[in-house]
């Protein structure tokens, strides 16, 4: 294997509790890589293994060419790790968190003021490095987090659900801090519950009980669901559902805010017959077109049927 990062059948025991189950990478440079699965899926525990701050029970991983257990100490020096619960100090500044995770990894000189404003401005924190980081919002939080990960350049960073619990806007322009970097030639690997940034991602992995059950790009996943899907827009979305999910030709039934997806064998038979048969039950339907699936869906749908 080739890649900046790579692994092999990396496993996690805790007692006796098997949170990750024989994870393998091969991670190009300057790959956005994304990690998504649900609650407890070893996303977290994956990542502090690849980051060197966690021993594996099996396997082996190298990141940036270096062992990631005999060579952690070293590996600290060319990656990134902003943990899921990192914390910030409150009664510092903004600029005095970033001074004090400068000092820690050793950037002084002439480098450290620069790149400290260079930081400050790449992560839209410039006007406000003189406030107390206890009393920003959660998503400057965040893009202070990110900031003080990146305090010594590495050319890998580990993001551990960055975006979690803030508000669409301020995901969009973490986002935008993250395809900067992206340009820059930085390989990410970040995990989230949020399938919409999982479509940014240059590759994916879907984690689930401990395994990585599909791996690919966001379309290629994409297009893993099974047949054709259709959207329909109906007030009477209950009715729908419960009538729809016993038509036949249908694979799955999911319920998307005011919308019902219907995964079907075949779009065109399908949504006339799904009509005919709503109608009858006293459902209104305002549209039936067909549509494709999000990633959303596709890992729904995957893992309904495992
Ligand atoms: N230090 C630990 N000691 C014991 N069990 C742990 C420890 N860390 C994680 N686990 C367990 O391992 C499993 C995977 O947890 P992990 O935190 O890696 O999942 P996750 O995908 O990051 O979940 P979340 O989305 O909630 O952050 C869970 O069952 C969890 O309870
Ligand atoms: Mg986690």
Request: glycine share 10%; aromatic share 8%.
């Given at each position: 294997?080739t890649?900046?990062?790579?692994?092999?059948?990396l496993?996690k025991t805790?007692?006796?509790?098997?949170a990750?189950?024989?994870?393998?990478?091969?991670?190009?440079?300057?790959?956005?890589?994304?990690?998504?699965?649900?609650?407890?899926?070893?996303?977290?525990t994956?990542?502090?293994?690849l980051?060197?701050v966690?021993?594996?029970?099996?396997?082996?991983?190298r990141?940036?060419g270096?062992?990631?257990?005999?060579?952690?100490?070293?590996l600290?020096a060319?990656?990134?790790y902003?943990?899921?619960k990192?914390?910030?100090?409150g009664?510092?500044?903004?600029?005095e968190n970033?001074?004090?995770?400068?000092?820690i990894f050793?950037?002084?000189?002439?480098a450290?003021?620069e790149?400290?404003?260079?930081?400050l401005?790449?992560?839209?924190?410039?006007?406000?490095?003189?406030?107390?980081?206890?009393?920003?919002s959660?998503?400057m939080k965040?893009k202070?987090?990110?900031a003080?990960?990146?305090?010594?350049?590495?050319?890998?960073?580990f993001?551990?659900?960055p975006t979690?619990?803030?508000?669409?806007?301020?995901?969009?322009?973490f986002?935008?801090?993250l395809?900067d970097?992206?340009?820059e030639g930085?390989?990410?690997?970040?995990s989230?519950?949020y399938?919409?940034e999982?479509?940014r991602?240059?590759?994916?992995g879907l984690?689930?009980r401990?395994?990585?059950?599909?791996e690919?790009?966001?379309?290629?996943?994409?297009q893993?669901v099974?047949?054709?899907?259709l959207?329909?827009i109906?007030?009477d979305?209950q009715i729908?559902?419960?009538?729809?999910q016993?038509?036949?030709?249908?694979?799955?039934v999911?319920?998307y805010?005011?919308?019902?997806h219907?995964?079907?064998?075949?779009?065109?038979?399908r949504?006339?017959?799904?009509?005919?048969?709503l109608?009858?039950?006293?459902?209104?339907?305002?549209?039936?077109?067909p549509?494709?699936?999000?990633l959303q869906?596709?890992?729904?749908s995957?893992?309904?049927?495992?």
């Amino acid at each position: 294997m080739t890649g900046q990062i790579t692994a092999t059948q990396l496993s996690k025991t805790f007692r006796k509790n098997q949170a990750v189950r024989g994870v393998s990478f091969d991670i190009a440079p300057g790959e956005i890589y994304g990690l998504i699965g649900p609650d407890g899926a070893g996303k977290t525990t994956t990542i502090r293994m690849l980051a060197g701050v966690m021993d594996p029970t099996r396997g082996t991983a190298r990141v940036n060419g270096l062992d990631t257990t005999r060579q952690a100490e070293q590996l600290r020096a060319h990656v990134g790790y902003m943990a899921q619960k990192f914390s910030l100090y409150g009664d510092l500044s903004v600029r005095e968190n970033i001074e004090f995770y400068a000092d820690i990894f050793g950037v002084r000189g002439k480098a450290r003021a620069e790149r400290i404003a260079r930081l400050l401005k790449f992560a839209r924190l410039d006007q406000f490095q003189d406030r107390d980081a206890g009393v920003l919002s959660g998503g400057m939080k965040k893009k202070l987090g990110l900031a003080c990960a990146f305090i010594h350049r590495p050319r890998v960073l580990f993001l551990d659900e960055p975006t979690n619990g803030v508000d669409p806007i301020s995901r969009r322009e973490f986002w935008d801090i993250l395809s900067d970097l992206h340009i820059e030639g930085v390989t990410i690997f970040i995990s989230t519950a949020y399938l919409d940034e999982a479509e940014r991602c240059s590759r994916v992995g879907l984690m689930y009980r401990g395994e990585i059950i599909r791996e690919g790009t966001p379309i290629a996943l994409r297009q893993l669901v099974q047949g054709d899907l259709l959207a329909i827009i109906t007030p009477d979305l209950q009715i729908a559902e419960n009538v729809a999910q016993k038509l036949p030709g249908i694979f799955e039934v999911q319920v998307y805010g005011d919308r019902l997806h219907v995964f079907v064998d075949a779009g065109a038979t399908r949504a006339r017959e799904i009509e005919i048969a709503l109608v009858a039950a006293g459902a209104t339907i305002k549209q039936i077109r067909p549509a494709a699936p999000h990633l959303q869906e596709a890992f729904i749908s995957l893992i309904s049927h495992l």
